[in-house]
């Protein structure tokens, strides 16, 4: 099992009472109704991501510390690390 964590940036979408998601590191984005939705979704997100690179054998970007993400945002903007486990069975077909 491989564990993975990222810092994703939660923002705030005024005009539909959502908030979009963006992994800033990996270029992934996904979005929710609700802060929790929104969580879960970059969750399952981050997951599949993983899942197909680890099946494909792909090379892809580290994690940028969690402080200098959080540096780099707005005050409306919320920074929180989001974490995955991948396992050999998730991507085996």
Known sequence: MKSYTYPAI???DQENDGYQVLFPD???TTKGEFIE??????KATL???FVYIEKYDL?????????IVKS???QD????????DVNENDYEE
Request: glycine share 2%.
């Open 77 to 84: 903007e919320i920074v929180m690390l989001v974490d995955v």
């Open 10 to 12: 939660f923002i705030k």
């Open 59 to 67: 090379d892809f970007n580290m994690p940028t510390e969690y402080e």
């Open 72 to 74: 780099a945002c707005g």
């Open 37 to 42: 939705e929104a969580f879960l979704y970059a």
């Open 26 to 28: 990996l270029e992934v």
């Open 47 to 49: 997951k599949a991501y």
